[in-house]
C-alpha cells in the first residue's frame, strides 16, 4: 500500500492513484472552523480537548494526527511563522468565544470589546495599535478593519505598498526548518506549504491586518479601483513584489528543499458568483508576466506543483492561469456560473489538477441531508478523480454552522468514491 505522501505525488503529475487523497485543514483556503473541529473529534470518539486556533482570522482550528487518522486525510501543512494578524502560534490559552466554546489561542491573541459588544483584534497583538479585525458578536470569524489614511493622489508612492514585502528573517527560515524537520520524522502524509509574500493583489492581504499603520492603498473598493485608474502604480508594486518573492523563494528552497509537494503561492480572487473581477485582457497584462517569473523560478529550480486558488467564476480566466504556470486551481467553485466539473474536467483536467470541488459548501453542505451530501460527494468524486488529477477538498473552508453529520456524511461519501 502506497503512502499518503506517495498518493499525492501521484495525482499532483495528473496519474491515478490507489484512491483519491483528502485535504482538510492544509491551508487557509482549504480548511475547518475551530467549531466543527471539536465536533468532528467527538463525532469521532476521540477524547475531549480544546481545539486550538492557529488562524484566527477565519478561526481555523487545528486538525491534529488523530483528526487526520480519524477521518483519512492524506495532506498536512507547512504554515507561515505569523498569523493573519501578525503574531506567532505560541503560548497557548483558553479563550471562550461568543458561541460559548473554549478553544486554544496564542498568547499575541489580545482583544476588547467594543461599544458594541464585538470582539476587536489587534497587530501582533499589541493594544496601543489601532484594532485591525473586528468579529460581531453574532458571528464566529473577523473582518478586516480598513484603516487606510487620506491619500494624496499626487505624492502616491509605490513604496507604501511594497512595506510587507521583505526578505525572510532568519526566525521564519529557523521556522521553516524546524517544521520540516518535525514532519521528516513523524509523517508520511502529502506537505503542501504556505509561505507568504507571493500573492499579487489579494483583496485578504490588502488592507495589511497584520500591520500596526499600514501606508498607500489599503481600503478594498480603493484598490479595485487602482487596477484600472493607476495601472502604472499597481505595475510598480507588483515587480518589486516579484522581486523580493524570487529572493524569497529562493532561501525558502534552501531550508524545505524538496519536503515540500505543493507551494500556496496565490490566493487573490479573481472571481464573482456569476462573473470576474477582472477581463482576461486585463489579468494578461497586470498580473500574468509577474506570476509566471516566479512560477517559471519554481518549476525550473524545484520540485514543488504551484497551487492557485481563486473562488467564483473563473472559467474564461483559467486557460491564462495555466499559460502563467499554475499547476493547481483550488478552490473549484462548482456552483459559480460556467464551473460545471464536467466541462472543466474535459476541457482542463490534461493540464491542471483540481485541489476542491469536492463538495458545493453553500447549499449542499449546509443545507443539504446527510443523504443528499454523501451522494453528491460520490458524484463529484466521479467526475473530477476520472484519470487522477484531484485532490479532495471541499469548495473553500467548512464553515461553523455546518451540521457535523453533514461533515461525517460528506466524509463517507469519500469512503463510498474511493472503494471503502
Known amino acids: 500500500m502506497i503512502t499518503s505522501r506517495e498518493r499525492l505525488e501521484r495525482v499532483l503529475l495528473r496519474k491515478t492513484a490507489d484512491r483519491i487523497p483528502v485535504d482538510m485543514g492544509a491551508t487557509s483556503v482549504t480548511g475547518v472552523h475551530v467549531r466543527v473541529v471539536e465536533q468532528l473529534r467527538r463525532a469521532t470518539g476521540l477524547p475531549y480537548q480544546p481545539v486550538k486556533v492557529i488562524e484566527p482570522y477565519q478561526m481555523l482550528g487545528e486538525v491534529d494526527e488523530q483528526l487526520c487518522d480519524a477521518l483519512g486525510i492524506d495532506v498536512v501543512g507547512l504554515w507561515a511563522r505569523k498569523t493573519m494578524f501578525g503574531f506567532e502560534n505560541q503560548s497557548w490559552r483558553e479563550f471562550r468565544t461568543f458561541w460559548g466554546q473554549v478553544v ?29 479585525g473586528r468579529m460581531p458578536k453574532a458571528s464566529f470569524f473577523f473582518d478586516t478593519i480598513v484603516r487606510q489614511e487620506p491619500l494624496d493622489e499626487a505624492h502616491l508612492d509605490p513604496q507604501d505598498n511594497l512595506e510587507e514585502f521583505a526578505p525572510y528573517s532568519q526566525e521564519d527560515l529557523a521556522h521553516w526548518s524546524r517544521a520540516v524537520a518535525r514532519y521528516r520524522q513523524t509523517s508520511s502524509r502529502g506537505l503542501i506549504g504556505s509561505i507568504g509574500g507571493t500573492a499579487l493583489g489579494d483583496i485578504a492581504m490588502v488592507p495589511g491586518p497584520w500591520m500596526k499603520r499600514p501606508r498607500g492603498v489599503r481600503d478594498i473598493a480603493e484598490w479595485y479601483m487602482t487596477l484600472v485608474a493607476r495601472p502604472d502604480y499597481v505595475h ?34 479573481f472571481g464573482t458568483q456569476d462573473s470576474q473581477f477582472c477581463s482576461v485582457d486585463t489579468f494578461q ?18 520540485s514543488w506543483k504551484v497551487f492557485k486558488h481563486s473562488c467564483g467564476a473563473v472559467e474564461p480566466l483559467i486557460e491564462s492561469f495555466i499559460e502563467a504556470g499554475f499547476d493547481i486551481l483550488n478552490p473549484v467553485q462548482v456552483n459559480a456560473a460556467g464551473m460545471d466539473p464536467r466541462h472543466l474536467k474535459e476541457r482542463f483536467g490534461s493540464r491542471l489538477v483540481f485541489w476542491g470541488g469536492g463538495v458545493d459548501t453553500q447549499k449542499v453542505l449546509p443545507f443539504g441531508t446527510p443523504e443528499e451530501v454523501e451522494a453528491h460527494v460520490v458524484r463529484q468524486c466521479e467526475v473530477l478523480g476520472r484519470d487522477g488529477g484531484f485532490v479532495f477538498n471541499t469548495v473553500h473552508n467548512i464553515q461553523a454552522n455546518v ?9 463517507r461519501g469519500i469512503r463510498r468514491a474511493n472503494g471503502s
Not at 498580473?287 to 525550473?300: A, E, G, K, Q, V
Not at 451540521?403 to 466524509?411: C, G, I, R
Open 104 to 132: 486554544l489561542v496564542p498568547d499575541g491573541f489580545q482583544t476588547t470589546l467594543d461599544q458594541n459588544g464585538d470582539l476587536l483584534i489587534y497587530p501582533e497583538g499589541d493594544r496601543n495599535a489601532a484594532p485591525s
Open 236 to 269: 510598480a508594486i507588483f515587480e518589486k513584489q516579484t522581486e523580493m518573492a524570487l529572493a524569497n523563494l529562493e532561501a525558502a528552497h534552501r531550508v524545505i528543499g524538496d519536503a515540500l509537494q505543493a507551494v500556496f503561492l496565490c490566493g487573490t480572487d
Open 285 to 302: 497584462e497586470l498580473f500574468l508576466p509577474y506570476y509566471r517569473r516566479m512560477n517559471d523560478w519554481i518549476h525550473r529550480h524545484t
Open 403 to 411: 451540521p457535523v453529520e453533514n461533515v461525517m456524511a460528506m466524509v
